[in-house]
């Protein structure tokens, strides 16, 4: 099957896809947010026979892969009557981990949605948990934590400008996240090293204030991927210098699939392109 989210209006849905022949197999009406927009905006991932995903209400989903039906699911305290884009959870052996917007990173048992440990940060986690080795890091305003899968304890934090946010990406000791900087600051890309515990590298968007348009920033070849509305910029891992940009007039890049030498570009005006960077000297 393919499992994918919705989120439009009070409409959305968890469905469940014949891989072979896009029947649908099952649905899930989800209606955890009392605001205008209801459903699943993040990334669903599976643990055997369960498959687990975040409301946008906040509200930590377990379903049977199978059937669609609802195995459990855990809210945080956060205000529902509010509206915010809810983080993905992440598995770490038998636990799922959960960043709440109520300022606390949960550990849930993947099979009976047990509370395992609770980290309160105080303020609410914008990223969603990311897991290296026998920690997990979530970001707030202005910090990037790091907890121990076992029980939780905070082993400190590196100080980032700005509110990190949704989904950072991993290369060996660095990561690499996306930062608001607030009403008219636009947002920056930044590398931390997790080694050093230390910000390495930042750039902001070059002719674009409002900010970056990538869901996320993608890893290629050691490059790091990121688009604002009309271009494709690539930065090196190591010092965040720019190896190259391409435009696509009027287009804003949202999702990059890749292979070994093409990417693959779809923006939120409907276009797909196949394209083929240039070759670095």
């Known amino acids: 099957m393919i499992i994918i989210g919705t989120d439009v209006g009070k409409q959305g849905h968890v469905y469940a896809f014949d891989r072979a022949t896009g029947k649908v197999r099952w649905k899930y009406l989800v209606t955890t947010s009392a605001y205008l927009d209801c459903g699943v905006a993040t990334s669903l991932v599976r643990n055997d026979e369960s498959v687990y995903t975040v409301a946008q209400g906040d509200d930590l989903l377990c379903f049977d892969i199978a059937t669609g039906q609802l195995r459990w699911h855990f809210a945080s305290n956060f205000d529902r009557t509010k509206t915010e884009w809810a983080n993905a959870p992440v598995l770490a052996g038998n636990a799922v981990i959960f960043d709440g917007h ?11 949605g047990k509370v395992l440990w609770k ?7 914008t990223t969603s948990p990311i897991v290296i080795g026998d920690c997990v890091y979530a970001a707030t305003e202005g910090h990037f934590y790091r907890l121990r899968i076992k029980d939780g304890t905070n082993l400190g934090s590196i100080a980032i400008s700005g509110e990190p946010w949704r989904n950072v990406s991993i290369a060996g000791d660095n990561l690499f996240a996306m930062s608001d900087m607030g009403t008219d600051k636009g947002e920056l890309l930044a590398c931390l090293n997790l080694a050093t515990n230390h910000v390495q590298w930042v750039v ?14 993608y890893l290629w070849h050691g490059e790091v991927l990121a688009s604002d509305k009309g271009h494709l910029y ?7 210098s720019l190896a190259w940009s391409h435009d696509f007039p009027g287009q804003l890049v949202r999702g990059i699939g890749v292979t070994a030498d093409t990417l693959y570009i779809g923006t939120m005006h409907g276009m797909i392109y196949a394209f083929k960077p240039p070759e670095q000297p």
């Open 234 to 240: 690539a930065y090196r891992e190591s010092d965040g």
């Open 119 to 125: 980290t309160n940060l105080n303020s609410p986690v």
């Open 102 to 112: 109520d300022g606390v990173v949960y550990a849930l048992d993947a099979d009976s």
């Open 204 to 217: 902001n968007p070059p002719g674009q204030p409002e900010g970056w348009g990538t869901a996320w920033p």
